[in-house]
């Protein structure tokens, strides 16, 4: 459930986030922002314009990012960085650890925000937004799923690729969270929460690969 794309908010019974298991987060709620206000008018209408002047390359960015589980295509990026970086078999396991724990939790303590604070998706909002087929428009969008685990991916993998060209995650995070916008599936304060969301839960990961005692 902590990875699915898009989903209705429920209450917490007993098996929502309260109960999900984190690895660097001591309770799903520890990182909750605080509740968000009414999406503002500046908002809806970035999300209209974002609509009105999409395009099919727009619309290839959308399904890349967004079919599936949010985790799913930033596991597919592995290999060609595996190959890219010439990377064994021993430090691939690492990565793989590293990264899919904080894109977990990520994914967990956006759910947990998601849940407490229940604020409604763009065509919740506004009858004029059509999100692209896939997306959920019931489902409570504060903050983005997807760009928490965006946030938490560009850290790990900034941490973990120190070859890479600099800031090259961050501009791919920026991309799969802003394709949210273009979706018509979140507003601006939704992703740029996420993002924040997540980078604070990579850090804790990028500071565990740090100490995990593997130049040893």
């Known amino acids: 459930r902590a990875q699915g794309a898009e989903a209705s908010p429920e209450p917490d019974d007993g098996d929502g986030p309260g109960r999900w298991r984190t690895w660097y987060l001591s309770t799903p709620a520890e990182l909750r922002p605080e509740a968000p206000g009414a999406p503002t008018q500046a908002e809806i209408d970035?999300?209209?314009?974002?609509?009105?002047?999409?395009?099919e390359a727009d619309e290839a960015i959308v399904a890349l990012w967004g079919t599936g589980p949010a985790i799913l295509a930033w596991s597919r990026l592995l290999p060609e960085l595996f190959t890219e970086f010439e990377v064994g078999s021993l430090l691939q396991s690492r990565v793989l650890a590293h990264l899919h724990t904080a894109m977990h939790d990520a994914a967990v303590a956006a759910?947990?925000?998601?849940?407490?604070?229940?604020?409604p998706g763009p065509a919740a909002t506004d009858n004029a937004i059509t999100p692209l087929p896939g997306v959920d428009a019931s489902a409570s969008s504060f903050p983005s799923e997807h760009?928490?685990?965006?946030?938490?991916?560009?850290?790990?993998?900034?941490?973990?690729?120190?070859?890479?060209?600099?800031?090259?995650?961050?501009?791919l995070a920026t991309e799969a969270a802003e394709s949210r916008l273009m979706a018509g599936a979140e507003f601006r304060s939704d992703i740029d929460v996420g993002l924040e969301l997540g980078r604070a839960v990579g850090?804790?990961?990028?500071?565990?690969?740090?100490?995990?005692?593997?130049?040893?």
Not at 46 to 55: K, P, S, Y
């Open 111 to 119: 759910w947990d925000a998601r849940l407490a604070h229940n604020r």
């Open 203 to 216: 850090e804790r990961a990028a500071e565990r690969s740090r100490n995990d005692n593997f130049s040893a």
């Open 46 to 55: 970035e999300v209209l314009e974002t609509q009105a002047a999409r395009t």
């Open 147 to 171: 760009a928490a685990v965006a946030g938490a991916a560009a850290v790990v993998l900034t941490a973990l690729f120190p070859g890479a060209d600099a800031g090259r995650f961050d501009a």
